[in-house]
């Protein structure tokens, strides 16, 4: 299947509109987004351009704007939700795409956990307008309410999106039983890390930086897998035959709660805090530990690092002291003493956090760590 030609992306100037429409989303103004967004279109006379080259960057600004604490929570999720209705509102203009498709069918999901469904559904989007027959499972979806319905549908592929690396070893697990199921994966999103190393590392068929570059691999096609017996995690991932990843990612609970006891003795200010900020702090610790576990799962010590030196901006962009990330690695590998491989990815980051070129704080409001 050929797509019919499309501008190049830089043919309509889209700065003055992505402007406009980073201003209506920042202010939560949803009819003047759509306003820019149908405005756009009509210049530009292509729908695919207006939801890669206009949307896609708005929304990557959101999130980048939200890490710089320069946007809230509520106005991080106010701004998405005005996307995913604007990109509804483009969706259904007349003439756009055909009402019955006739092209291959695709399902398109996000793994189970994945909450961010944007990058997914403008994957899904732009395959409609390419003439294909989408079925948009959307945020979420549990493995095997996505293999009921492979077998119901019978797609020629299937688009597993996840922003989150954390959702890695549940992304495999997906991958593992499409395939089982004779249908072949393409990944896609953040989580999947940089040139899309994990993607492959956990077998997919294919993977894409984008929305245009999956439905570019879509086009040229996937090799439907062949008949695959019993089929285990470590025939992947032999690494994991020690044990690391399933024992950190089975204590968590516990490894957090003795951090958090011992942190109190290695930073003085936890000892001052609320209630409200120690739950935080939990919660913090919590999330550096899943992305160890992670790390474990996929034998990438730089996995975790990239998270560590992520976090340390968060806490400096909200006041908070990123300094106490040092004695909460170290009680970690205190705990993990007898784990070789979780010892040199929480040393490698350690290592990093050192040699970080702190940010400059940002001015607002503090969000405790």
């Given at each position: 299947?050929?797509?019919?030609?499309?501008?190049?992306?830089?043919?309509?100037?889209?700065?003055?509109?992505?402007?406009?429409?980073?201003?209506?989303?920042?202010?939560?103004?949803?009819?003047?987004?759509?306003?820019?967004?149908?405005?756009?279109?009509?210049?530009?006379?292509?729908?695919?351009?207006?939801?890669?080259?206009?949307?896609?960057?708005?929304?990557?600004?959101?999130?980048?704007?939200?890490?710089?604490?320069?946007?809230?929570?509520?106005?991080?999720?106010?701004?998405?939700?005005?996307?995913?209705?604007?990109?509804?509102?483009?969706?259904?203009?007349?003439?756009?795409?055909?009402?019955?498709?006739?092209?291959?069918?695709?399902?398109?999901?996000?793994?189970?956990?994945?909450?961010?469904?944007?990058?997914a559904r403008l994957l899904a989007e732009v395959l409609r307008l390419r003439?294909?027959?989408?079925?948009?499972?959307?945020?979420?979806?549990?493995?095997?309410?996505?293999?009921?319905?492979?077998?119901?549908?019978?797609?020629?592929?299937?688009?597993?999106?996840?922003?989150?690396?954390?959702?890695?070893?549940?992304?495999?697990?997906?991958?593992?039983?499409?395939?089982?199921?004779?249908?072949?994966?393409?990944?896609?999103?953040?989580?999947?890390?940089?040139?899309?190393?994990?993607?492959?590392?956990?077998?997919?068929?294919?993977?894409?930086?984008?929305?245009?570059?999956?439905?570019?691999?879509?086009?040229?096609?996937?090799?439907?897998?062949?008949?695959?017996?019993?089929?285990?995690?470590?025939?992947?991932?032999?690494?994991?035959?020690?044990?690391?990843?399933?024992?950190?990612?089975?204590?968590?609970?516990?490894?957090?709660?003795?951090?958090?006891?011992?942190?109190?003795?290695?930073?003085?200010?936890?000892?001052?805090?609320?209630?409200?900020?120690?739950?935080?702090?939990?919660?913090?610790?919590?999330?550096?530990?899943?992305?160890?576990?992670?790390?474990?799962?996929?034998?990438?010590?730089?996995?975790?690092?990239?998270?560590?030196?992520?976090?340390?901006?968060?806490?400096?962009?909200?006041?908070?002291?990123?300094?106490?990330?040092?004695?909460?690695?170290?009680?970690?590998?205190?705990?993990?003493?007898d784990f070789p491989r979780a010892c040199r990815t929480l040393a490698h980051?350690?290592?990093?956090?050192?040699?970080?070129?702190?940010?400059?704080?940002?001015?607002?409001?503090?969000?405790?760590?």
């Amino acid at each position: 299947m050929t797509p019919p030609p499309r501008p190049h992306p830089d043919a309509v100037p889209l700065g003055p509109a992505r402007e406009h429409l980073w201003s209506a989303v920042r202010q939560g103004d949803e009819r003047r987004a759509a306003a820019v967004v149908l405005d756009a279109l009509e210049s530009s006379g292509d729908a695919e351009t207006v939801l890669l080259d206009l949307i896609a960057p708005v929304q990557e600004r959101v999130g980048t704007e939200w890490a710089a604490n320069r946007l809230t929570v509520a106005q991080e999720h106010t701004a998405t939700a005005i996307h995913e209705r604007v990109m509804a509102v483009l969706a259904h203009q007349p003439g756009l795409r055909d009402e019955t498709p006739s092209g291959p069918r695709v399902t398109v999901a996000c793994v189970d956990g994945e909450w961010h469904a944007l990058p997914a559904r403008l994957l899904a989007e732009v395959l409609r307008l390419r003439g294909w027959r989408v079925d948009f499972l959307g945020a979420h979806v549990p493995t095997p309410h996505l293999i009921a319905h492979l077998h119901q549908t019978g797609p020629r592929a299937v688009a597993l999106s996840s922003s989150i690396p954390t959702h890695l070893p549940t992304a495999h697990t997906a991958i593992t039983a499409c395939q089982a199921a004779g249908v072949p994966v393409i990944a896609g999103g953040a989580a999947f890390g940089p040139g899309g190393r994990y993607a492959r590392s956990l077998g997919a068929d294919g993977w894409a930086p984008d929305a245009r570059g999956a439905a570019a691999v879509l086009e040229r096609g996937l090799d439907r897998p062949g008949p695959r017996g019993v089929h285990q995690t470590v025939d992947d991932l032999p690494h994991l035959a020690d044990q690391e990843y399933t024992i950190v990612a089975e204590t968590t609970h516990q490894l957090v709660k003795q951090t958090l006891a011992d942190l109190e003795d290695r930073f003085e200010p936890l000892r001052g805090y609320t209630e409200r900020q120690r739950r935080h702090t939990a919660e913090d610790l919590a999330h550096i530990v899943e992305y160890l576990a992670t790390s474990l799962y996929v034998a990438d010590e730089e996995l975790f690092t990239r998270f560590i030196l992520w976090t340390a901006d968060i806490l400096t962009a909200r006041r908070v002291p990123a300094r106490s990330l040092d004695p909460a690695l170290d009680l970690l590998a205190l705990q993990l003493k007898d784990f070789p491989r979780a010892c040199r990815t929480l040393a490698h980051a350690r290592e990093a956090l050192g040699d970080r070129t702190p940010l400059p704080k940002t001015p607002g409001p503090g969000k405790p760590a």
